[in-house]
């Protein structure tokens, strides 16, 4: 009973170098999002997908890019990795956009050096 | 636009008291509020939501909340603490206009004491 998968859960990179940070669930879920969470500032919409096959932008889309890779995963790359990017990666998912409940990931741990 | 604060950075309780997080909302309309549970090193978990309909809810783990439309706050409440209760608790708010944005609050860490 899996739920939401992410990885990696640690990752360091140094500036300007890029990667992605996978997540898929296993709960036949439409809706998937990528937040980020800093001390102090609780959880920030990056992206999210409300369905297979399209992804819009949430409160702080800029330096980072999103693919619905299939209904099960969605992936978080950056491109060109920053100090400011420096945060703790959450991906969440969720039966449909009326259905509130939404459920996480355990988390990614991303330091940009 | 909405948002939430949680005027608290730390709640300490003393194990088999009562227990109250606090949150307050500002949001145009009628709000769907909720309550999450974040453990060490693990993502957030649901805890209890307000839609509509009685002021008081009931979640998980014997956790409640209650709805208070004069004062705007959705306040997180339990009426015995648990040393396992320990943890960061987050309440959040969901876009009027867009069902797929809920604004989060800066959390609250509990600290329940034996």
């Known amino acids: 009973n899996a739920g939401v998968t992410q990885t990696p859960k640690f990752q360091v990179l140094k500036t300007g170098q890029s990667m992605t940070l996978q997540c898929a669930q296993d709960m036949n879920h439409n809706s998937m999002y990528w937040y980020r969470q800093d001390p102090g500032m609780g959880l920030r919409l990056i992206y999210y997908?409300?369905?297979?096959?399209?992804?819009d932008k949430g409160e702080v889309p800029n330096g980072y890019n999103v693919s619905r890779l299939n209904k099960r995963e969605f992936s978080l790359r950056l491109e060109s990795a920053a100090p400011s990017q420096t945060s703790v990666y959450f991906c969440a998912s969720r039966q449909s956009a009326t259905n509130e409940k939404l459920f996480f990931g355990s988390g990614t741990q991303l330091s940009v050096l | 636009a909405q948002s939430v604060a949680q005027p608290e950075d730390q709640v300490n309780v003393a194990e088999g008291n009562p227990l109250t997080v606090k949150c307050t909302y500002s949001?145009?309309?009628?709000?769907?509020l909720f309550w999450y549970v974040q453990y060490p090193n693990r993502g957030l978990q649901f805890l209890l939501k307000?839609?509509?309909?009685?002021?008081l809810v009931k979640g998980s783990y014997g956790f409640e909340a209650e709805f208070n439309k004069s004062q705007t706050s959705f306040h997180l409440k339990k009426p015995s603490a648990l040393v396992s209760d320990s943890a960061l608790y987050f309440c959040a708010v969901r876009d009027r206009d867009n069902f797929n944005k809920f604004y989060f609050g800066s959390g609250t860490k509990l600290n329940v004491k034996p």
């Open positions: 307000y839609i509509t309909g009685d002021n």
């Open positions: 949001v145009s309309g009628n709000p769907y």
């Open positions: 997908s409300a369905s297979e096959g399209t992804t």
